[in-house]
């Protein structure tokens, strides 16, 4: 069992910067692919930034690629977002989530980030 829990939202500017993290507990969190996902008001949870146990490989959706960054400290059991240029698109409820086979199987509460234009 992993249990993962997420903080640093808020509310921003647009043109602004967020920093979110991601602690997870439990010994197995080096080995698992991890992921963010977003959901915002009346729409689908959406893949945002995935990233492999190592580290070594990243993935992006489209519409992040170029303005979020994704990456894990497997000593301090921490995946971060780091999210700039934000946009008022942006806002949403943000969720991690970790992947140890072939899907998500673990999922913390969210945290709410607010981009103001």
């Known amino acids: 069992q992993v249990q993962l829990v997420e903080s640093g939202g808020g509310l921003v500017q647009a043109g602004g910067s967020l920093r979110l993290s991601c602690a997870a507990s439990?010994?197995?969190?080096?080995?698992?692919?991890m992921g963010w996902f977003r959901q915002a008001p009346g729409k689908e949870r959406e893949f945002v930034a995935a990233?492999?146990?190592?580290?070594?490989?990243?993935y992006y959706a489209d519409s992040v690629k170029g303005r979020f960054t994704i990456s894990r400290d497997n000593a301090k059991n921490t995946v971060y977002l780091q999210m700039n240029s934000l946009k008022p698109e942006d806002t949403a409820v943000y969720y991690c989530?970790?992947?140890?086979?072939?899907?998500?199987?673990?999922w913390g509460q969210g945290t709410q980030v607010t981009v103001s234009s």
């Open positions: 989530a970790a992947r140890p086979s072939a899907q998500y199987d673990y």
């Open positions: 990233i492999s146990w190592s580290g070594g490989s990243t």
């Open positions: 439990g010994r197995t969190f080096s080995s698992y692919a």
